[in-house]
């Protein structure tokens, strides 16, 4: 049995789509904002300000556990963060 070029493209296309856990990437690999964004989201980290990219990584401050943070997200969604301040209310 002789299975379509078509069929073929379409499951190595949503292999490819399930593998980058729906993230959009720009040509050099990085996320774009959008796709950062959501992950960030996703991890726990709210309020975000000051988010710019440099090279494949996105850089910017957030909130996460009640505490603001500064973060570094690299293009595979990994985050390095420390604490500027923890709020005591």
């Known amino acids: 049995m002789r299975i379509p070029a078509a069929a073929c493209c379409l499951a190595i296309l949503a292999a490819a789509c399930s593998a980058g856990r729906g993230l959009t990437?720009?040509?050099n690999g990085a996320?774009?904002?959008?796709?950062?964004?959501?992950?960030?989201h996703q991890?726990?980290?709210?309020q975000l300000?000051?988010?710019h990219q440099r090279?494949?990584?996105w850089i910017g401050v957030a909130n996460?556990?009640?505490?603001?943070?500064?973060?570094?997200m690299?293009?595979?969604?990994?985050?390095?963060?420390?604490?500027?301040?923890?709020n005591t209310r």
């Open 25 to 27: 990437r720009t040509a």
């Open 74 to 86: 690299d293009k595979d969604g990994s985050v390095v963060d420390f604490i500027v301040s923890k």
């Open 49 to 51: 300000t000051s988010l």
């Open 31 to 40: 996320m774009t904002e959008r796709s950062a964004v959501q992950q960030l």
């Open 43 to 46: 991890q726990g980290y709210t």
């Open 55 to 57: 090279g494949t990584h």
């Open 64 to 72: 996460k556990s009640g505490a603001q943070v500064h973060f570094d």
